[in-house]
Structure formats: structure tokens, C-alpha cells
T-cell receptor, first 109, second 118 residues
Framework: DAKTTQPNSMESNEEEPVHLPCNHSTISGTDYIHWYRQLPSQGPEYVIHGLTSNVNNRMASLAIAEDRKSSTLILHRATLRDAAVYYCILTSAGNMLTFGGGTRLMVKP | DAGITQSPRHKVTETGTPVTLRCHQT?????MYWYRQDPGHGLRLIHYSYGVKDTDKGEVSDGYSVSRSKTEDFLLTLESATSSQTSVYFCAISEAVAGSLSLNTEAFFGQGTRLTVV
């Protein structure tokens, strides 16, 4: 399975944009890029996903590099409730999500 | 919120006893998954199901078995619980998308079951 690389942790100030990077240099043509987040003591929560084009939804934006070897999750205005572990995941044949270590986002007031 | 319920939410059991965790969904999704999460780690896949009576192993399946006799229920059984199986267990569901080789929709996760084996 193709793997992803994310920074272990990042800090942000409240109400500022946050860019969470993810490298996936071995991505295959059929892999979708998913982002999930996990708040303390909760199950993971879907954030966004995409294949080739940039995607926007009410939670975030996903910017995908033209060669698809990296992507960036963008939170436009971080709030304290966005403090969580963010997982960048590639999905392959078999419809499985394989989690890595994720990025722990800390949001400062 | 997606209709996915895990039971029990908390359980303490003794080493060597059998334990069954239940995942129940009301979404009629085809795929169901069991993950475990240990402190400081991401989630690791134990087993998954792609239909009634169709299951397969994940990366950490030793010591676990699963059953899916109907679409809405996916059971995880620890035949003889060990202390190394103390963990938080998450169930997830997703729908298959025709024509797609990989997951093209969001997965929904339960709230987790905290299992302690003493």
C-alpha cells in the first residue's frame, strides 16, 4: 500500500489559516487522498477527499499537487475545536483506510 | 450523524475469557471494519467485511475473529483475551461505489469501545 508522510505536530493561532502537508510519492493512479481527523476521546471524523482536482467543502479545502505526490489540507480559520490529530490516507483497491501517525494540530488562543 | 453504534462502550474482562464486541449500523452500507487504537498510535485494521458472510484479515488479525451474518451487524470476538488486547476498538462503515477501485466515499466511525484485559 502506498504510504503517506506527515509532520508529527503543528501549531496554529486561532482564527488563522492552517496548511497541513502530506507527502505520498508512491501514490498510484487509482488511489484517492482522504483526510480524517480525530478529536480527543472520539472516533475519526471524515474531513475531505479527492483524486486529482482541488476540493472544497464546508470544513476544509484540499489542494492536490499536479503530480499527485503531495497534498495539503487547508483549514481557512482555525478554531480551538479544530485541535485534533489529522490523518492523511490513501485508499487503494479493497476499500480500506490505512492510518499512519497523523499530525497533531494544536491551536493557540 | 451516521447510524453506527458500538456496544459495549466500556468493558473490563479477565485474561483468558472470551469477549465479543458488537457494531451495529442502520445505513445499509456494504463495508464494515474493525480497528484498534493504542496510546500514541494511529488506528490499525483488524478485520473487515465486504458483505454478509464475506470477511478478510487486516494487518493485526491474530487473536481475533469476526462474523457478519446480516448487513447491519459486524461482531469482533477475542476468543481468549490477553493483556496485549487492551485497547480502544473502533468500528467503521463505508459504501461501495460502482466502478471505483478504491474507496471514493467517506467512512463513518463509531465512538469506540474501551476494552481492558486484566
Amino acid at each position: 500500500d502506498a504510504k503517506t508522510t506527515q509532520p508529527n505536530s503543528m501549531e496554529s493561532n486561532e482564527e488563522e489559516p492552517v496548511h497541513l502537508p502530506c507527502n505520498h510519492s508512491t501514490i498510484s493512479g487509482t488511489d484517492y487522498i482522504h483526510w480524517y481527523r480525530q478529536l480527543p476521546s472520539q472516533g475519526p471524523e471524515y474531513v475531505i477527499h479527492g483524486l486529482t482536482s482541488n476540493v472544497n467543502n464546508r470544513m476544509a479545502s484540499l489542494a492536490i499537487a499536479e503530480d499527485r505526490k503531495s497534498s495539503t489540507l487547508i483549514l481557512h480559520r482555525a478554531t480551538l475545536r479544530d485541535a485534533a490529530v489529522y490523518y492523511c490516507i490513501l485508499t487503494s483497491a479493497g476499500n480500506m483506510l490505512t492510518f499512519g501517525g497523523g499530525t497533531r494540530l494544536m491551536v493557540k488562543p | 450523524d451516521a447510524g453506527i453504534t458500538q456496544s459495549p462502550r466500556h468493558k473490563v474482562t479477565e485474561t483468558g475469557t472470551p469477549v465479543t464486541l458488537r457494531c451495529h449500523q442502520t445505513e445499509n452500507h456494504r463495508y464494515m471494519y474493525w480497528y484498534r487504537q493504542d496510546p500514541g498510535h494511529g488506528l490499525r485494521l483488524i478485520h473487515y467485511s465486504y458483505g454478509v458472510k464475506d470477511t478478510d484479515k487486516g494487518e493485526v488479525s491474530d487473536g481475533y475473529s469476526v462474523s457478519r451474518s446480516k448487513t447491519e451487524d459486524f461482531l469482533l470476538t477475542l476468543e481468549s483475551a490477553t493483556s496485549s488486547q487492551t485497547s480502544v476498538y473502533f468500528c467503521a462503515i463505508s459504501e461501495a461505489v460502482a466502478g471505483s477501485l478504491s474507496l471514493n466515499t467517506e467512512a463513518f466511525f463509531g465512538q469506540g469501545t474501551r476494552l481492558t484485559v486484566v
